[in-house]
Nanobody
């Protein structure tokens, strides 16, 4: 099992910034992809950004140029720097990890609220 603990959510005004962090623990052997997804009220969960252990990233078009994902393999952490936040970025953000067996793990989620 892999445990993921997120931190860094909160309330911010439009145009502001937040940084989310996620720490992985437990059976973290050969975690390949880590990333962030989000789910707004009444909407499906959607990909925000992912990063592989070698540093390859996949960023959603809706946040490209505003959000940056980074990873520290030694510390088993992944972070999401969110700049120029918009009200439509309001959602619960979930950390995700996928290991070499393609088993997926999720954090408990952290709320991000952007006021207009």
């Amino acid at each position: 099992q892999v445990q993921l603990v997120e931190s860094g959510g909160g309330l911010v005004q439009a145009g502001g910034s937040l940084r989310l962090s996620c720490a992985a623990s437990g059976n973290i052997f050969r975690i390949n992809v880590m990333g962030w997804y989000r789910q707004a009220p009444g909407k499906q969960r959607e990909l925000v950004a992912t990063i592989t252990s070698s540093g390859n990233t996949n960023i959603a078009d809706s946040v490209k140029g505003r959000f940056t994902i980074s990873r520290d393999n030694a510390k088993n952490t992944v972070s999401l720097q969110m700049n120029s936040l918009k009200p439509e970025d309001t959602a619960v953000y979930y950390c995700n990890a996928i290991n070499w067996k393609l088993s997926a793990y999720w954090g408990q989620g952290t709320q991000v609220t952007v006021s207009s």
